[in-house]
């Protein structure tokens, strides 16, 4: 059995280099098929009726009208009279029909009344909620002692507000059956192998009847690991239509429904020594992720682990669509509620807070040592030792400012199965049941697939996006590049040590003599002895090789456990309130990366995510109707191009980083963007603005209460 | 302006001319408003069609299509549900985004916010248009140099505005750039890529690259 | 999006025609980017779509010394942008046009369809009418209020959305008028309202009639800017903006015309804020004055006291901007 390791750093061929990613043609030239491009021969289209309350029971329903409507195909009722819905946009009848002018026509057509009931959507006033809960409740050392011991103490509030995925492509898919029981979806997932149990468990059929295809994926972040009531419906519809149906959300309810991360405000009281040696940690949070509550609770205090604390979570319950997977879950919230009350510590401590957070750094668990050399890396990159200055001074108004947060996450690889073939005319490929978000799976795979035959990326095939490829874990957690990566390195090195086995004869030599070396095999050591790729392949056989790879299994390809820095410096205009980025900088490690191009795009990315929710990102939900008010792209605010500021990336590399294997990175750079951005406006003009987003009202307050929240 | 480029010009007003004199529509329907006289009394050029489906054509990167569109029928929506070129892609719906871009007559508009019948008689150019994976247009080039595009969904649009962009601005700055393409939403997070990718674009557009 | 007939008009007179005069019947069809918007949310659902692109005379800008500019309503953000006469003389015209930070926005959309787009209110936006009711209260000073307005509010609480309407007020603007029974001219000030019923439009023009010219006087011995408050450099609304238009005796105001948008249910036309500035020169504090005078009487709703602030910034700015004297 061959040894799995990665290869040593001087032979690597591809492995940490910036390689563009593979379906960059495809994807700028429009050539991309995503699943909502999808078109099918005899495709009908589907339309949704939602409710327009956030709480109300359905008290009359007739789709009599829209049965009858030329060109409808088929009428599905999701809930019927009597039911009681609980969130704005849920859904209540589908339509499928042979266009969506006509889809859209026959929803208008359907009559339904509602009784209207009570609605609560305003977490903040937990008091008011008519249903909370304790989630949470934990206590280590002695916070009492430690309050009361503390030299140095602030209290504060701080909220960060429910925000949207806002997926460019939207939830949906295209369902098409063959005969009465063999269904393909083609759905815009993030969990391809994940996805045919979900359907066939709904639609009672066998799973190896389900195929799902997500050729390319326009966006999840953490919301799109379900086969979605609306897209069982989609199946049912195609079903009874015996016709190929298109059904994907409109705006509205991708935003409102479609997977939102739940909110979380908190008072929060922390203490110190006059040195800055952190003591005590005592926080009460609440939130709500909807009608299911908050779905777990931020890990509080975040990162460092102060000696003695306190902390409670109450969890809210909204009428709102249940919150998903927002990218690092409850992690941007800890670390937004953390980094903010240490900082403003730290300002009562008058302590510079780069040396606060160094003061601390042995409260940030086994890898303390990488966050020391991050926070100096980074400090480094933005000049934070020339450049930072006490809270609020500056002349004019517009204010400038520094602010600092760090991060850890996990990104366990997940268990991800691969399929190699190495084909008699040197052909190689492989075949997983993964998917490419957007992250450069596919780029990434390719690459591993490439060093491990000596090959370019030219000489090698991957293909992904097919539930019938051997299955792999769906993305989410940052767990897809350390479970694609070593299923890939196994199968591939299983396949070579096949191929090792027919040549190894010819070059007079055992299998276990041989090596990859220079594009050819050579007996170790010894190029003489060598045969060209294509000719060693070329003596396989007819039949093409094939071996699997499994992650987990035996080695040490990946691990989990990241940490990063970030650093923001911004602009705020006192009189107006208005904030804009001047430059971030993240530092982050991910163990050993594969393609450094799209590992750096994944934090560029991050940065301006977390630039987004720092300042714009808010789901407004009416305490009137309890309708989401900004359930489009004009209100629900995204910046654009020339609202992010100049951004910096530094990846930790090298040997430290390297021996670990390889980490995930979807998530982890994301965390601290929104918190160090809060932390550099507090810099910049003094006081605390004691919630995300940053908005000119917000600001504005914050200075006329001069930061009493 | 070209002698050809007149001529197509020529050409094609006059078949936006044909078919606003009802030269290639089909039924016309009409005593939707009570209240409103006649079409025939209102004018003998400005026809009233639909609401049910009539006969288009559009011209597309080049091509003209042949397409039954209602009159609410957005251009997006006939170019991704009728004619299958769904490089632009439906993502606000409501011209907000940037992700339907497409160049109308050179300019860049939002599809989503165009109707199929009005684009008649006007260029048509998606981003299927500008270049193939096999003959990149250096603007797309520089997309996948400067890694422009995660997930990819909103490249198209970005793409197209871009060239409408560098059309009118061909040696442009950062600055200008950050300034200039205000009109696109990412989700994924690319602007960092993009900026870069278009300085990178103008310089080779300049140096004599193929500038479609 | 309801079906609808369409019609392609290449005369006013046709156009006018083909409009009914019940409102919500009929829609004008310009640039598209609002009324596409509006039709797919149904917050219109006109029967009849009359699409004006193809009207002869209703396009161009020109300029003549002793009427000054003569705008047509469909030319197009962009144009008005390029124009020469624009950036020499109207400058609080082109900075405006300058706020609107889409490309697409600027080619597709015209003046005036600027003019004559509809609020952005989120409740409007959402059907609850332009007066925003729900189960017959008044949702607005109990809902999310945070873009709506400080001066002027109640009944309708929704802001003027109008990039141009505040520069061109300030410049003494007109507008031209057909209808079925002719045509009319009033001044830009008097063509927006705030309306006390929900039937009532925010102004106006009657539901078969159009906007035919923009007229702006010469802009001899006047300075003029537009200072919008936003909080993205990418397409987004103002949440205030101002406008101002001066007539300059060397460094003394003559005459001031001070006009605020996004701050009221039509643009604010405020008179004391010109009077401020009566007389004055200019400078950071006779600015700050005439910002102070513009928002007494504001009245503030639960979530918007900021943008009386943000209000009394714009016109500070817009005032040291027209003289060449901005701070930030």
Same mark, same amino acid.
């Given at each position: 059995?061959?040894? /799995?390791?990665?290869?040593?750093?001087?032979?690597?061929?591809?492995?940490?280099?910036?390689?563009?990613?593979?379906?960059?043609?495809? +994807?700028?030239?429009?050539?991309?098929?995503?699943? /909502?491009?999808?078109?099918?021969?005899?495709?009908?289209?589907?339309?949704?009726?939602?409710?327009?309350?956030?709480?109300?029971?359905?008290?009359?329903?007739?789709?009599?009208?829209?049965?009858?409507?030329?060109?409808?195909?088929?009428?599905?009722?999701?809930?019927?009279?009597?039911?009681?819905?609980?969130?704005?946009?849920?859904?209540?009848?589908?339509?499928?029909?042979?266009?969506?002018?006509?889809?859209?026509?026959?929803?208008?057509?359907?009559?339904?009344? /509602?009784?209207?009931?009570?609605?609560?959507?305003?977490?903040?006033?937990?008091?008011?909620?008519?249903?909370?809960?304790?989630?949470?409740?934990?206590?280590?050392?002695?916070?009492?002692?430690?309050?009361?011991?503390?030299?140095?103490?602030?209290?504060?509030?701080?909220?960060?507000?429910?925000?949207?995925?806002?997926?460019?492509?939207?939830?949906?898919?295209?369902?098409?059956?063959?005969?009465?029981?063999?269904?393909?979806?083609?759905?815009?997932?993030?969990?391809?192998?994940?996805?045919?149990?979900?359907?066939?468990?709904?639609?009672?059929?066998?799973?190896?009847?389900?195929?799902?295809?997500?050729?390319?994926?326009?966006?999840?972040?953490?919301?799109?690991?379900?086969?979605?009531?609306?897209?069982?419906?989609?199946?049912?519809?195609?079903?009874?239509?015996?016709?190929?149906?298109?059904?994907?959300?409109?705006?509205?309810?991708?935003?409102?429904?479609?997977?939102?991360?739940?909110?979380?405000?908190?008072?929060?009281?922390?203490?110190?020594?006059?040195?800055?040696?952190?003591?005590?940690?005592?926080?009460?949070?609440?939130?709500?992720?909807?009608? @299911?509550?908050?779905?777990?609770?931020?890990?509080?205090?975040?990162?460092?682990?102060?000696?003695?604390?306190?902390?409670?979570?109450?969890?809210?319950?909204?009428?709102?669509?249940?919150?998903?997977?927002?990218?690092?879950?409850?992690?941007?919230?800890?670390?937004?509620?953390?980094?903010?009350?240490?900082?403003?510590?730290?300002?009562?401590?008058?302590?510079?807070?780069?040396?606060?957070?160094?003061?601390?750094?042995?409260?940030?668990?086994?890898?303390?040592?990488?966050?020391?050399?991050?926070?100096?890396?980074?400090?480094?990159?933005?000049?934070?030792?020339?450049?930072?200055?006490?809270?609020?001074?500056?002349?004019?108004?517009?204010?400038?400012?520094?602010?600092?947060?760090?991060?850890?996450?996990?990104?366990?690889?997940?268990?991800?199965?691969?399929?190699?073939?190495?084909?008699?005319?040197?052909?190689?490929?492989?075949?997983?049941?993964?998917?490419?978000?957007?992250?450069?799976?596919?780029?990434?795979?390719?690459?591993?697939?490439?060093?491990?035959?000596?090959?370019?990326?030219?000489?090698?095939?991957?293909?992904?996006?097919?539930?019938?490829?051997?299955?792999?874990?769906?993305?989410?957690?940052?767990?897809?590049?350390?479970?694609?990566?070593?299923?890939?390195?196994?199968?591939?090195?299983?396949?070579?040590?096949?191929?090792?086995?027919?040549?190894?004869?010819?070059?007079?030599? @055992?299998?276990?003599?041989?090596?990859?070396?220079?594009?050819?095999?050579?007996?170790?050591?010894?190029?003489?002895?060598?045969?060209?790729?294509?000719?060693?392949?070329?003596?396989?056989?007819?039949?093409?090789?094939?071996?699997?790879?499994?992650?987990?299994?035996?080695?040490?390809?990946?691990?989990?456990?990241?940490?990063?820095?970030?650093?923001?410096?911004?602009?705020?205009?006192?009189?107006?309130?208005?904030?804009?980025?001047?430059?971030?900088?993240?530092?982050?490690?991910?163990?050993?990366?594969?393609?450094? +191009?799209?590992?750096?795009?994944?934090?560029?990315?991050?940065?301006?995510?977390?630039?987004?929710?720092?300042?714009?990102?808010?789901?407004?939900?009416?305490?009137?109707?309890?309708?989401?008010?900004?359930?489009?792209?004009?209100?629900?605010?995204?910046?654009?191009?020339?609202?992010?500021?100049?951004?910096?990336?530094?990846?930790?590399?090298?040997?430290?980083?390297?021996?670990?294997?390889?980490?995930?990175?979807?998530?982890?750079?994301?965390?601290?963007?929104?918190?160090?951005?809060?932390?550099?406006?507090?810099?910049?003009?003094?006081?605390?603005?004691?919630?995300?987003?940053?908005?000119?009202?917000?600001?504005?307050?914050?200075?006329?209460?001069?930061?009493?929240? | 302006?070209?002698?050809?480029?007149?001529?197509?010009?020529?050409?094609?007003?006059? *078949?936006?001319?044909?078919?606003?004199?009802?030269?290639?529509?089909?039924?016309?329907?009409?005593?939707?408003?009570? *209240?409103?006289? *006649?079409?025939?009394?209102?004018? *003998?050029?400005?026809?009233?069609?639909?609401?049910?489906?009539?006969?288009?054509?559009?011209?597309?990167?080049?091509?003209?299509?042949?397409?039954?569109?209602?009159?609410?029928?957005?251009?997006?929506?006939?170019?991704?549900?009728?004619?299958?070129?769904?490089?632009?892609?439906?993502?606000?719906?409501?011209?907000?985004?940037?992700?339907?871009?497409?160049?109308?007559?050179?300019?860049?508009?939002?599809? !989503?916010?165009?109707?199929?019948?009005?684009?008649?008689?006007?260029?048509?150019?998606?981003?299927?248009?500008?270049?193939?994976?096999?003959?990149?247009?250096?603007?797309?080039?520089?997309?996948?140099?400067?890694?422009?595009?995660?997930?990819?969904? !909103?490249?198209?649009?970005?793409?197209?505005?871009?060239?409408?962009?560098?059309?009118?601005?061909?040696?442009?700055?950062?600055?200008?750039?950050?300034?200039?393409?205000?009109?696109?939403?990412?989700? !994924?997070?690319?602007?960092?890529?993009?900026?870069?990718?278009?300085?990178?674009?103008?310089?080779?557009?300049?140096?004599?690259?193929?500038?479609? | 999006?309801?079906?609808?007939?369409?019609?392609?008009?290449?005369?006013?007179?046709?156009?006018?025609?083909?409009?009914?005069?019940?409102?919500?019947?009929?829609?004008?069809?310009?640039?598209?980017?609002?009324?596409?918007? #509006?039709?797919?949310?149904?917050?219109?659902?006109?029967?009849?779509?009359?699409?004006?692109?193809?009207?002869?005379?209703? &396009?161009?800008?020109?300029?003549?010394?002793?009427?000054? #500019?003569?705008?047509?309503?469909?030319?197009?953000?962009?144009?008005?942008?390029?124009?020469?006469?624009?950036?020499?003389?109207?400058?609080?015209?082109?900075?405006?046009?300058?706020?609107?930070?889409?490309?697409?926005?600027?080619?597709? =959309?015209?003046?005036?369809?600027?003019?004559?787009?509809?609020?952005?209110?989120?409740?409007?936006?959402?059907?609850?009418?332009?007066?925003? $009711?729900?189960?017959?209260?008044?949702?607005?000073?109990?809902?999310?209020?945070?873009?709506?307005?400080?001066?002027?509010?109640?009944? %309708?609480?929704?802001?003027?959305?109008?990039?141009?309407?505040?520069?061109?007020?300030?410049?003494?603007?007109?507008?031209?008028?057909?209808?079925?029974?002719?045509?009319?001219?009033?001044? #830009?000030?008097?063509?927006?309202?705030?309306?006390?019923?929900?039937?009532?439009?925010?102004?106006?023009?009657? %539901?078969?009639?159009?906007?035919?010219?923009?007229?702006?006087?010469?802009?001899?011995?006047?300075?003029?800017?537009?200072?919008?408050?936003?909080?993205?450099?990418?397409?987004?609304?103002?949440?205030?903006?101002?406008?101002?238009?001066?007539?300059?005796? &060397?460094?003394?105001? $003559?005459?001031?015309?001070?006009?605020?948008?996004?701050?009221?249910?039509?643009?604010?036309?405020?008179?004391?804020?010109?009077?401020?500035? $009566? =007389?004055?020169?200019?400078?950071?504090?006779?600015?700050?004055?005439?910002?102070?005078? %513009?928002?007494? &009487?504001?009245?503030?709703?639960?979530?918007?006291?900021?943008?009386?602030?943000?209000?009394?910034?714009?016109?500070?700015?817009?005032? #040291?901007?027209?003289?060449?004297?901005?701070?930030?």
């Amino acid at each position: 059995m061959p040894e /799995y390791n990665w290869p040593e750093p001087s032979k690597r061929r591809h492995i940490g280099k910036r390689t563009s990613r593979l379906d960059g043609p495809d +994807k700028t030239t429009g050539h991309a098929t995503y699943s /909502y491009d999808v078109n099918r021969p005899g495709m009908l289209f589907a339309k949704i009726l939602t409710c327009p309350h956030a709480h109300a029971k359905i008290t009359k329903l007739d789709v009599s009208a829209a049965k009858s409507m030329a060109g409808v195909k088929s009428v599905r009722i999701t809930q019927d009279v009597g039911t009681e819905i609980q969130w704005e946009l849920d859904e209540i009848v589908a339509v499928a029909a042979t266009s969506e002018e006509v889809a859209d026509d026959a929803i208008r057509a359907i009559q339904i009344e /509602y009784e209207l009931l009570p609605h609560f959507v305003t977490e903040e006033h937990k008091d008011k909620a008519p249903s909370s809960e304790v989630a949470k409740e934990e206590s280590t050392g002695d916070p009492d002692a430690a309050a009361a011991a503390a030299e140095v103490k602030i209290k504060g509030f701080y909220g960060i507000p429910a925000i949207s995925h806002c997926c460019m492509e939207p939830h949906g898919q295209v369902c098409e059956w063959e005969g009465q029981d063999q269904l393909t979806a083609w759905c815009s997932t993030q969990a391809v192998s994940g996805l045919p149990g979900q359907f066939a468990d709904k639609l009672e059929i066998p799973t190896s009847n389900v195929r799902v295809i997500t050729p390319y994926m326009g966006g999840g972040f953490g919301s799109k690991f379900s086969a979605d009531r609306w897209g069982i419906d989609c199946a049912e519809m195609a079903k009874e239509a015996q016709a190929p149906v298109k059904l994907f959300l409109e705006r509205n309810a991708e935003l409102a429904v479609a997977g939102d991360r739940p909110s979380a405000y908190a008072k929060i009281e922390v203490g110190a020594k006059k040195d800055g040696t952190l003591t005590y940690w005592s926080s009460e949070s609440w939130g709500s992720g909807g009608i @299911a509550g908050s779905r777990g609770s931020p890990p509080l205090p975040y990162v460092v682990e102060v000696p003695n604390r306190r902390q409670k979570h109450i969890s809210v319950v909204t009428n709102s669509a249940t919150a998903r997977a927002w990218r690092a879950p409850n992690h941007p919230q800890a670390c937004f509620l953390t980094m903010s009350a240490l900082e403003d510590l730290a300002a009562a401590l008058k302590m510079e807070p780069l040396d606060f957070f160094l003061k601390n750094v042995g409260l940030m668990g086994e890898r303390s040592d990488i966050y020391e050399s991050e926070l100096q890396k980074c400090a480094d990159l933005i000049g934070w030792k020339q450049r930072w200055h006490p809270r609020g001074e500056g002349k004019g108004p517009i204010k400038q400012g520094l602010g600092l947060a760090l991060h850890t996450w996990g990104g366990r690889a997940h268990n991800s199965n691969c399929e190699v073939t190495v084909y008699p005319d040197g052909n190689v490929e492989a075949k997983l049941g993964s998917q490419d978000l957007g992250t450069g799976t596919k780029t990434v795979i390719a690459m591993v697939l490439a060093e491990t035959f000596g090959l370019g990326l030219d000489d090698v095939k991957v293909h992904i996006g097919d539930s019938r490829y051997p299955a792999s874990g769906g993305s989410g957690g940052s767990t897809t590049v350390g479970g694609v990566s070593s299923s890939t390195r196994r199968a591939a090195l299983n396949a070579l040590a096949q191929v090792f086995e027919k040549v190894a004869p010819g070059l007079d030599a @055992a299998a276990d003599q041989l090596e990859i070396e220079n594009g050819a095999i050579q007996v170790k050591g010894t190029p003489d002895r060598s045969l060209s790729w294509r000719k060693a392949a070329a003596r396989i056989g007819p039949t093409p090789i094939t071996a699997s790879g499994k992650n987990p299994g035996p080695g040490k390809l990946n691990d989990s456990g990241v940490g990063g820095v970030q650093m923001a410096d911004v602009s705020v205009d006192v009189e107006t309130g208005v904030v804009k980025i001047n430059q971030l900088v993240a530092v982050q490690d991910c163990g050993l990366i594969i393609d450094l +191009k799209t590992a750096e795009s994944q934090v560029y990315g991050a940065l301006i995510m977390g630039a987004s929710y720092a300042l714009m990102e808010e789901k407004i939900l009416d305490p009137v109707s309890g309708r989401m008010l900004n359930a489009d792209m004009e209100f629900y605010k995204l910046p654009g191009i020339g609202d992010v500021g100049k951004l910096e990336v530094h990846m930790m590399t090298g040997e430290r980083h390297d021996k670990r294997g390889v980490i995930g990175l979807g998530e982890p750079p994301v965390i601290s963007t929104g918190a160090a951005i809060s932390n550099a406006v507090a810099n910049a003009i003094g006081v605390r603005v004691p919630y995300l987003p940053l908005t000119p009202d917000r600001v504005l307050d914050a200075l006329a209460k001069g930061g009493a929240a | 302006m070209a002698k050809e480029e007149m001529g197509e010009q020529a050409a094609s007003d006059l *078949s936006r001319r044909d078919f606003l004199r009802g030269g290639a529509t089909g039924a016309l329907t009409t005593g939707l408003i009570a *209240s409103v006289g *006649s079409p025939a009394e209102a004018s *003998s050029h400005g026809k009233v069609l639909g609401p049910g489906a009539v006969s288009a054509k559009l011209k597309i990167n080049g091509k003209v299509r042949a397409v039954e569109v209602e009159p609410r029928t957005t251009l997006l929506d006939a170019l991704r549900n009728r004619l299958d070129v769904t490089g632009a892609k439906r993502v606000c719906d409501r011209g907000t985004c940037g992700a339907c871009t497409v160049l109308l007559n050179g300019k860049p508009v939002y599809a !989503c916010s165009v109707l199929a019948i009005e684009a008649q008689g006007q260029d048509i150019v998606t981003v299927e248009g500008l270049g193939s994976p096999g003959e990149l247009h250096p603007l797309q080039a520089a997309f996948i140099a400067n890694d422009a595009q995660q997930c990819g969904f !909103c490249t198209p649009g970005f793409v197209v505005a871009c060239k409408a962009f560098l059309d009118g601005n061909p040696d442009p700055t950062l600055g200008e750039i950050q300034k200039g393409l205000g009109g696109n939403l990412c989700r !994924c997070g690319t602007y960092a890529g993009i900026g870069p990718a278009v300085l990178e674009a103008a310089k080779a557009l300049k140096g004599g690259a193929r500038n479609a | 999006m309801r079906a609808f007939e369409y019609a392609s008009p290449e005369t006013r007179e046709d156009a006018v025609k083909l409009l009914s005069s019940k409102a919500g019947e009929t829609a004008v069809l310009a640039g598209g980017t609002d009324l596409l918007s #509006l039709m797919k949310d149904e917050v219109v659902t006109p029967a009849r779509v009359v699409n004006i692109k193809s009207v002869e005379g209703l &396009g161009g800008i020109s300029y003549d010394a002793g009427s000054g #500019l003569r705008i047509g309503p469909l030319l197009k953000l962009d144009d008005l942008e390029a124009d020469s006469r624009v950036r020499s003389d109207y400058p609080s015209l082109q900075q405006a046009v300058d706020g609107v930070r889409s490309p697409q926005i600027r080619t597709m =959309g015209t003046v005036g369809g600027d003019l004559c787009q509809r609020p952005r209110c989120w409740y409007y936006r959402h059907g609850f009418g332009l007066l925003a $009711k729900w189960q017959g209260k008044a949702m607005v000073p109990d809902g999310d209020n945070r873009y709506h307005a400080i001066l002027g509010a109640g009944p %309708a609480y929704f802001v003027n959305p109008s990039s141009l309407a505040p520069a061109l007020i300030a410049l003494g603007a007109r507008v031209n008028i057909l209808g079925p029974k002719g045509s009319r001219t009033v001044d #830009l000030a008097s063509f927006y309202r705030a309306p006390s019923r929900e039937e009532e439009s925010e102004n106006v023009l009657a %539901a078969d009639e159009i906007v035919t010219d923009i007229l702006v006087p010469t802009a001899a011995g006047r300075k003029s800017a537009t200072y919008e408050v936003r909080e993205k450099e990418a397409l987004d609304w103002p949440l205030a903006a101002a406008a101002v238009s001066l007539q300059m005796s &060397g460094s003394t105001v $003559k005459e001031a015309r001070v006009v605020l948008g996004h701050v009221a249910p039509t643009p604010w036309i405020s008179k004391s804020a010109g009077q401020a500035l $009566k =007389g004055k020169t200019v400078s950071p504090e006779t600015a700050m004055q005439a910002g102070e005078a %513009a928002i007494a &009487g504001a009245t503030p709703l639960s979530r918007n006291r900021y943008k009386i602030q943000l209000a009394r910034v714009a016109v500070k700015r817009a005032v #040291l901007r027209a003289t060449g004297m901005e701070e930030v």
